[in-house]
Every structure is written in structure tokens, then in C-alpha cells.
């Protein structure tokens, strides 16, 4: 939330980071996964949001609404807009059967959230992020997104998939106004 100590954030982790604190960022690193990055309209509170595969299962962005909500004290008051960052988008990811399951089964999209056709099912996850954030509550119109896939555009994203352990990471991150 902003006051904790130096040492407190550095040794920190996790997938979801709250501030509500003028000046303070919060932020998250990834490579094909999901970033989203939300901010309290009133407010100015943030969050960021890493949601890989199985952060996603476990609905990783209704806890970072929820975590927002109540870092603001006002759990269904606050006007909150989103914004989904690059990552592995359905042209590139490829899943096995109990992955695709796994996805399917963590929104309102179900099947809907995956492509079929060839050997393997891929995945639409801004699709179902899209999903989670409106079943958490923010408006469908308060969703913006930032297009590209990670693993397609070479020049402008990293992508462990594309290039393992030696590619780099994404640095997604929004402040506190004030």
C-alpha cells in the first residue's frame, strides 16, 4: 500500500501489487504473460496485475480488484478502468488438453475462450481477462488494451516462449496520482 519499508518491498513477491500512497508505483515484470494495470478513477489508487496461465485459473484479476476495493475502503463505490498489456495472444498460444480445460473453465466464456482446429487448442486469454475484470465488476467500457502478441512482434516485446531463459522481460507499471 505504500508504507512499507525499503527493505519490506524489495524482498517482497507475488503477482499482485496495491498502492494508494501519491508518488508510489506499482509495477510487475513478465515475458508472455498478462499484465493489467488498474487505477481507482476518484481516487488514483493502483494496482498492477501479473496473470500467468495459472494465475489466470485462479482469477488473479478479480483478487487485484478486490485487493484495490479494499485498500480504497470502498469495496463496490469506486469507479476503477483497466488496462490488459501485451502478452501471448490465441494466435501463438498453444496448450494441451488440460491446460485448454483449465482455461476454459475460469470464466463466463467457457469454450468460447478457446480456438480449435488444429492438433492443438490455443488460448484467447485477453478474451477471458476481459471477462474476469467485467465479472469483477468494471465496466466493460473501462477496459482498455494495450494489442500485441509477444511472441509474433519480435521487435517489441520479449517472450520467454519465443526465446526461453536468455530473452528478457516486460516492465509494466502505473503510479499513484498526487
Known amino acids: 500500500t505504500g ?3 525499503w527493505d519490506e518491498v524489495l524482498r517482497s513477491t ?37 496473470s500467468g496461465w495459472k494465475g ?9 480488484v478486490r485487493a484495490l476495493r479494499e485498500a480504497l475502503g470502498a469495496p463496490e463505490k469506486a469507479e476503477i478502468v483497466a488496462a490488459v498489456g501485451p502478452h501471448i495472444e ?31 487448442a490455443r488460448v484467447d486469454l485477453r ?3 476481459h471477462a474476469q475484470l467485467e465479472a469483477a465488476g468494471i465496466a466493460a467500457g473501462a477496459i482498455d488494451d494495450v494489442p500485441g502478441c ?16 536468455v530473452g528478457g522481460r516486460l516492465l509494466s507499471a502505473i503510479a499513484v496520482r498526487g
Not at 509495477?27 to 478513477?41: I, K, N, Q, Y
Not at 489466470?56 to 487485484?64: E, K, M, P, R, S
Not at 488438453?97 to 482446429?117: K, M, N, P
Open 3 to 5: 508504507d512499507e519499508g
Open 150 to 165: 509477444t511472441v509474433c512482434d519480435r521487435d517489441r516485446f520479449f517472450s520467454y516462449r519465443r526465446d526461453g531463459q
Open 90 to 120: 490465441g494466435c501463438c498460444f498453444e496448450v494441451g488438453d488440460d491446460v485448454a480445460a483449465q482455461l476454459a473453465a475460469c470464466s463466463s466464456l467457457g469454450e468460447r475462450a478457446l480456438i480449435r482446429g488444429g492438433a492443438r
Open 127 to 129: 478474451r477471458i481477462i
Open 56 to 64: 489466470t485459473v485462479l482469477d488473479a484479476v478479480g483478487a487485484g
Open 14 to 50: 507475488g503477482d499482485i501489487t496495491v498502492s494508494r500512497t501519491p508518488g508510489v508505483a506499482c509495477g510487475v515484470r513478465s515475458a508472455d504473460c498478462v499484465t493489467v494495470l488498474l487505477g481507482a478513477v476518484e481516487s488514483g489508487a493502483v494496482a498492477a496485475i501479473h
